[in-house]
């Protein structure tokens, strides 16, 4: 093919998609490397529709979900209506208490970006959607929920203290990222098992407290889309987690927010 035909043939400012000799996908101009990268995340995430590996699309935005299982919950939501928009991930597993959200941050990059992955992703994240607290709030004896008994996993003054790091990490390791944090969810009004009534009010008064040092981070007050539904969407009885209704109105929440900010 002449150079002039191999032009015309690629389109103006377009990308070249090709298959190598060992079947991986790559992009013309980058090293990514599409067989690579869905065995690193086979390897890394959980399993379950929210955890299916995603394929970065050139020019398109990439959205980061962080959260526990009401963010896994609504994740395949906020993938459907954001299709043809952006990429939407989620983080490998359940985000957990808020000590744990840098290491987990750290882990994903280690383990799914170049240059630690050779072929890995190269992208930068367009929008961090993220939430730390129904962890941080719940109490634990010898690792099983136990609120009569148990020891709360961080207080309100230590989740304090590692939300404002968690802020400082994400300014400074994505700059140009733009963050949402969205609010806990409530505990219902009779209890769930290892949490009480109230506390994820406190922790989000906590939480706004701290993100009142970062005005940029929006807020997704997810705590009070969620409440005044709470009969019609928890799953059941003294639990945390919300029925395919209450999952679908939380993605299409979370959803609208990022789509105004792509």
Not at 134 to 161: F, P, T, W
Request: glycine share 8%; charged share 25%; hydrophobic share 35%.
């Amino acid at each position: 093919m002449k150079r002039r035909e191999f032009v015309k043939y690629l389109g103006a400012g377009s990308l070249f998609i090709g298959a190598t000799s060992c079947g991986a996908t790559r992009i013309f101009g980058s090293s990514y490397d599409e067989d690579i990268c869905r065995e690193a995340w086979k390897k890394l995430a959980n399993k379950g529709e929210a955890f299916d590996y995603v394929s970065p699309e050139p020019k398109r935005p990439k959205v980061l979900l962080y959260g526990d299982s009401i963010s896994i919950g609504y994740t395949p939501t906020v993938r459907k209506e954001l299709e043809g928009k952006a990429n939407v991930y989620r983080i490998f597993n359940n985000g957990g208490s808020s000590d744990t959200f840098i290491p987990k941050m750290e882990k994903l990059k280690q383990t799914m970006f170049q240059p630690y992955l050779k072929g890995g992703w190269d992208f930068k994240w367009d929008v961090i959607h993220f939430n730390v607290g129904l962890h941080d709030l719940k109490y634990l004896k010898n690792g099983k929920l136990d609120a009569v008994n148990g020891k709360q996993v961080n207080s309100i003054e230590v989740y304090k203290e590692n939300l404002e790091k968690i802020c400082l990490y994400l300014q400074k390791e994505h700059p140009k990222a733009k963050l949402i944090f969205a609010t806990t969810t409530a505990v219902p009004d009779e209890g769930a098992d290892g949490r009480i009534s109230g506390d994820s009010e406190k922790y989000n008064i906590a939480a706004r407290e701290v993100l009142a040092k970062f005005p940029s981070i929006e807020i997704n007050d997810l705590y009070s889309f969620t409440k005044p539904n709470a009969a019609e969407w928890h799953i059941k009885p003294h639990d945390v987690h919300y029925n395919n209704l209450g999952k679908t109105a939380q993605g299409k929440q979370v959803a609208n927010l990022i789509a105004e900010k792509l």
